[in-house]
């Protein structure tokens, strides 16, 4: 038998997982291509409610409003992007622009196609940077214009990005469809970009927001393009891009919406674009939370992180709209931080850290919380009590056991659905 050391005291990793933070990259080695800030943009106002979120000026206000309080002085969250096709939307475009004048620390931006009829839209806005779509893939150029093809759908996006600098706006072009698209496209368009907005000086230096629009990019840098995330942005890089002229917007039809976001900052991306719980087209944009959970873990954001409990307000107001977090949605949800399970319950009554990715109710203002069923067991009980009483119950106490009486009775005549304190605390009372 091989022998297993026995340490004077348990090994927590607590380089990795702190008592008081988030959990940390304990890097073996640094990314060179790591950029030195990093930060994101959100996307609620446009692709939140594209993907079906139904934003009325006053609600599409105090949504900005909160992610103004979750992001305060840290830099997290710096811009957000407004439609400009509807009265309503300009209207919380106002507001929004109204409230930055003021002091508040997110900018408003505006998201039209990268037409001349759009850029004179927002030619008057007061805005200072628009996003601009110009779709990338053959999937694009061949079929959304007539006759179609590259050149064509080029020559439409110069025009528009041309008029636009004259206009003193910086220009934010939205690559869509990167993910499929050809770098015979990409690379001599974002050339022409680069030279057309050249004489304009660095104020309105362009952006470009790669977009992986169905969700079909990699994380992996051994996967040819136009798939792997990591070879876009060394492409971008090879242009003369830096890490602050690039954006990354991706989609999660796939499932790798956070994991291809972490590919693009550790390959040289500065900004995240995406929306804060999960809200989007189809699947949903990049959860803005945890993009800033890891980059936080990334060593960003030491001197002033985000206020994450200020996002439980943007729980609420999703429930008040009709469009709730889904109940088992990380961090958020309701059943994020609740276990039915006994052995879980009965970790957490003896060691809480043992069943909790990090310290919850200091960095979320949330509960750790145990629902009951069949297999909660006596310690779901103890921690149900011990959370909202404070009182320490054993096992073998008459309260408990005629709690848990009760409780197994309900499950034997046949019930499916779990049990909450509301259910038990008269039983506790009264024993």
């Avoid at 990591?230 to 492409?235: A, G, S, T």
């Avoid at 939370?289 to 873990?297: D, P, R, V, Y």
């Amino acid at each position: 038998m091989h022998t297993i050391p026995e340490p004077d005291e348990p090994e927590y990793f607590l380089k990795s997982f702190p008592r008081d933070a988030f959990p940390t990259y304990d890097w073996a080695e640094r990314p060179a291509t790591l950029p030195d800030d990093a930060w994101t943009t959100e996307t609620t106002h446009r692709d939140g409610q594209q993907g079906g979120l139904p934003l009325s000026t006053e609600q599409s206000l105090k949504i900005y409003d909160i992610l103004c309080r979750f992001t305060a002085n840290s830099g997290a969250i710096r811009q957000a992007e407004f439609f400009v096709y509807r009265t309503s939307d300009r209207t919380a475009l106002e507001g929004a622009l109204e409230r930055y004048r003021g002091g508040a620390p997110i900018e408003p931006t505006t998201w039209i196609r990268a037409t001349a009829k759009d850029v004179v839209l927002i030619q008057s806005l007061g805005i200072r940077e628009t996003g601009m779509l110009a779709s990338a893939s053959d999937y694009h150029t061949f079929h959304k214009f007539k006759p179609g093809g590259r050149n064509q759908a080029a020559q439409t996006y110069l025009d528009a990005v041309k008029m636009t600098l004259d206009a003193g706006i910086r220009p934010r072009l939205h690559l869509e469809d990167a993910t499929r698209a050809s770098m015979d496209f990409m690379r001599p368009f974002i050339q022409n970009v680069q030279e057309i907005s050249a004489s304009y000086g660095p104020e309105l230096r362009p952006k470009f927001r790669v977009c992986d629009t169905m969700g079909l990019g990699l994380p992996f840098e051994d996967v040819a393009l136009p798939r792997s995330i990591p070879r876009i942005f060394q492409e971008m890089h090879r242009l003369g891009l830096q890490s602050s002229d690039l954006e990354f917007h991706p989609h999660n039809d796939t499932w790798l919406v956070v994991a291809n976001c972490l590919a693009a900052v550790r390959t040289g991306c500065s900004v995240i674009n995406g929306t804060s719980l999960g809200k989007g087209e189809r699947t949903g944009n990049a959860p803005l939370e945890a993009i800033l959970l890891h980059l936080i873990g990334m060593g960003y954001y030491q001197k002033q992180q985000p206020c994450f409990p200020a996002l439980n307000e943007l729980v609420r107001l999703y429930d008040e709209m009709n469009e709730p977090v889904p109940p088992k949605y990380p961090l958020y949800g309701r059943d994020a931080h609740r276990t039915r399970a006994g052995v879980h319950a009965d970790g957490l009554n003896k060691f809480w850290w043992m069943y909790a990715p990090f310290n919850v109710p200091e960095l979320l203002d949330r509960p750790l919380e145990v629902s009951l069923t069949k297999e909660s067991g006596l310690a779901g009980l103890i921690f149900l009590v011990r959370q909202h009483t404070g009182r320490e119950l054993s096992k073998d106490d008459a309260q408990i056991q005629k709690a848990y009486a009760w409780l197994m009775q309900e499950f034997d005549a046949g019930r499916q659905t779990s049990v909450e304190w509301e259910e038990i605390e008269p039983i506790i009372n009264r024993a």
